[in-house]
T-cell receptor
Framework: GAVVSQHPSRVICKSGTSVKIECRSL??????MFWYRQFPKQSLMLMAT???????TYEQGVEKDKFLINHASLTLSTLTVTSAHPEDSSFYIC?????WGPGADTQYFGPGTRLTVL | SQKIEQNSEALNIQEGKTATLTCNYT??????LQWYRQDPGRGPVFLLL?????KEKRKERLKVTFDTTLKQSLFHITASQPADSATYLC??????????FGTGTQLKVEL
């Protein structure tokens, strides 16, 4: 299957700082990427849809000014958690959707980023 | 309201047996459905995608069925092995290709 990478895998930061997480599709071009958050013992919750060359669309209840998303190229989307607070501590996971071909619509996920805000 | 239920939180089976996991949904009309495996502290790993016009799909020891009348998908692992122990997630595709995930079933394959 296709490979999606995320960086960093783990980050610890102080309250009030901003953290940027990168998501890359390594072997296919993804016009659409997605960002999810997962709390312990819970399933994945979609935060936003990232479309290459246009603004991200956010799910209800997700603050767009807090979670800035940029999808500058067909292989890279970034999520910036601005002015992070302890309640933002979570496991953040991105996915990239295969846009065409035999595997169309499949979403491949990155390995996740564990964010801890002190 | 829309709801996705996976049969149980945990499923224990003996090595060599077939594991069957269930995903039921209400108030959805998904164009396709995906199954993933997730290990602790890791992102989900794609297993199979099945579309609404497909009844069954197979890959090696895995089989998935999709019944849009019953609003149910079944996921089977044949000849299960301890290495198959993980949490399995079903995800339904909605508008904009957004996925909504079930709560997952934790499978444990015992020797």
């Amino acid at each position: 299957g296709a490979v999606v990478s995320q960086h960093p895998s783990r980050v610890i930061c102080k309250s009030g700082t901003s953290v940027k997480i990168e998501c890359r599709s390594l072997d296919f071009q993804a016009t659409t990427m997605f960002w999810y958050r997962q709390f312990p013992k819970q399933s994945l919750m979609l935060m936003a849809t990232s479309n290459e060359g246009s603004k991200a669309t956010y799910e209800q209840g997700v603050e767009k000014d807090k979670f800035l998303i940029n999808h500058a190229s067909l292989t890279l989307s970034t999520l910036t958690v601005t002015s992070a607070h302890p309640e933002d501590s979570s496991f953040y996971i991105c996915s990239a959707r295969v846009p065409w071909g035999p595997g169309a619509d499949t979403q491949y996920f990155g390995p996740g980023t564990r964010l801890t805000v002190l | 309201s829309q709801k996705i239920e996976q049969n149980s939180e945990a499923l224990n089976i003996q090595e060599g047996k077939t594991a069957t996991l269930t995903c039921n949904y209400t108030n959805y009309s998904p164009a396709y459905l995906q199954w993933y495996r997730q290990d602790p502290g890791r992102g989900p790993v794609f297993l199979l995608l099945i579309r609404e016009n497909e009844k069954e799909k197979r890959k090696e020891r895995l089989k998935v069925t999709f019944d849009t009348t019953l609003k149910q998908s079944l996921f089977h692992i044949t000849a299960s092995q301890p290495a198959d122990s993980a949490t399995y997630l079903c995800a339904l595709a909605g508008g904009g290709n957004k996925l909504t995930f079930g709560t997952g079933t934790q499978l444990k394959v015992e020797l």
